[in-house]
């Protein structure tokens, strides 16, 4: 399992409560008995932990799959990764 | 945006001086909100998502400035006869008595103030604090010498009591603080201020009717009679709504960053924070803001399982209610913060007032006689 897939999976079932057995790709956030607020403070988790421009709303709806958001964090981190350090 | 540091010796402050509080009555539950609008809810549902068990509500007769006038008098009351008699009354409300005059001179008119200069403030759920730092300013500046500063909501008459996201959240109340200037060592001082806004957000958080832009008149045919005068969704919305998900993300982030703020002009670290007071809108906007800035649990105060959320009031709400049960000591390092529509937010830093909290029950509005000419003295 990825890390970023991993983290996801651990956060939900620890921190959520989601049901271990119902965390598949396909799974709709909202289908996880996450409901909205819950979805956001997720979203906050996984910028907190990964340190990338999650979207408050949009990555935060209940449609929003396991899948998508493994594929938005890699995605974000890859770009994060290309860019130039700004630090220096 | 945070107050500019106070200059070297300069230790002069407003200093919280009477705490007063009005709570109407009637107390109705979880489960009578759901049977009142038929919510697709529970009461477990409620209790786990919100923290809130019930809530009081000022029922018909009484208004936004029968709760206020009582709250300041009791905040009158409480500041005892070493506070100079208040000389400016300021009220943060959302829910005025008329659109228009502001409720705030006949608030000040109803506790026998004269003449002294009164006006509402509208910044929702960031009101009160909007009020103090702008009190604070004004006794600094020597514009006034003992301000009142009021917040009172009567959100029972914009709630729609058949939406589910919103109905169970809030209740009626007010509470006041009574000012004078001090200086900075002492209980009950207002040491830093950080406010700010950001109209992007606007949407967010709205009464959408009953303004310049869908005036009342326009919004009043589509209304149906729920008992308690409140209109049904839709065009015309007189109602209160709010985006739960993106309100959430805002408020949590607005809160933390303002707070972060404040008790950094202030010089003080979360952990040395001995009593924080969040809007009381969500125990876990609340938890989610307190844990982010580092506030341990134990040092958590609020009241918002017993009242709900009351917008501008809920956070000297949750003051008075903690004052009163000596839950700090005085002096003892407090931060407030609050964050409303608009979007507005604001966070203060204070030390523990020592006053005696008097609370009171809604002043119902006696007859205004016709109003004399005063001539000029």
């Known amino acids: 399992m990825n890390p970023v897939r991993e983290h996801l999976v651990t956060l939900l079932t620890e921190k959520f409560e989601a049901p271990p057995g119902s965390i598949h790709d396909d799974a709709a956030l909202g289908d996880l008995d996450l409901d909205s607020l819950a979805r956001v403070e997720l979203v906050f988790s996984l910028q907190d932990h990964w340190g990338v421009p999650l979207d408050d709303d949009r990555d935060s709806t209940g449609d929003v799959t396991v899948g998508r958001l493994v594929d938005r964090i890699e995605t974000l981190l890859a770009q994060s990764a290309q860019e130039p350090d700004r630090s220096e | ?377």
Request: proline residues 8%; neutral net charge; contains cysteine.
């Open chain 2, 1 to 377: 945006m945070t107050s500019p540091p106070s200059a070297p010796g300069d230790r002069a402050r407003a200093v919280i001086a009477g705490i007063g509080s009005c709570l109407p009555p009637l107390v109705v539950t979880n489960t009578q909100v759901i049977a009142r609008g038929n919510l697709d809810t529970t009461d477990a549902w409620i209790t786990g998502r919100t923290g809130i068990h019930r809530r009081r509500l000022a029922g018909p007769a009484v208004s936004t400035g029968d709760l206020a006038t009582a709250a300041a008098r009791a905040a009158i009351d409480s500041a005892g006869s070493a506070v100079p008699r208040p000389d400016l009354l300021l009220l943060a409300t959302t829910t005025p008595d008329r659109p228009c005059p502001a409720t705030a001179p006949e608030v000040a008119h109803r506790l026998g103030l004269g003449t002294v200069p009164a006006f509402d403030l509208a910044a929702v759920c960031s009101g009160f604090l909007y009020g103090l730092v702008t009190a604070s300013a004004l006794l600094r500046s020597g514009t006034c010498r003992a301000p009142l500063v009021v917040a009172a909501e009567k959100y029972s008459t914009i709630v729609d009591p058949f939406d589910r996201d919103t109905a169970p959240l809030f209740g009626d109340a007010a509470a006041a603080v009574a000012l004078r200037l001090g200086d900075a060592d002492e209980p009950g001082a207002v040491l830093e201020t950080d406010w700010g806004s950001d109209g992007g957000g606007s949407d967010l958080i709205t009464v959408a009717a009953g303004g310049s832009r869908l005036p009342a008149a326009a919004a009043t045919g589509i209304g149906i009679d729920t008992g308690i005068g409140i209109d049904t969704p839709g065009h015309g919305d007189r109602c209160f709504r709010m985006r739960g998900r993106q309100v959430y993300a805002h408020a949590v982030r607005r809160m933390t960053s303002s707070s972060e703020a404040v008790l950094a002009t202030t010089g003080w670290r979360p952990e040395e924070v001995r009593a924080f007071i969040g809007h009381q809108a969500n125990q876990r906007i609340l938890d989610a803001v307190a844990d982010r800035l580092g506030v341990p649990p134990r040092h958590r105060l609020g009241n918002i399982r017993e009242v709900g959320n009351t917008a501008g009031a809920s956070v000297p709400l949750a003051l008075a209610d903690a004052a009163a049960r000596h839950a700090c000591a005085p002096g003892a390092r407090t931060l407030l913060t609050a964050f409303g529509g608009g979007l507005t937010w604001a966070s203060a830093t204070l030390l523990w007032p020592d006053a005696p909290v008097r609370t009171a029950a809604p002043e119902p509005r006696p007859p205004l006689h016709d109003h004399q000419e005063v001539s000029p003295p």
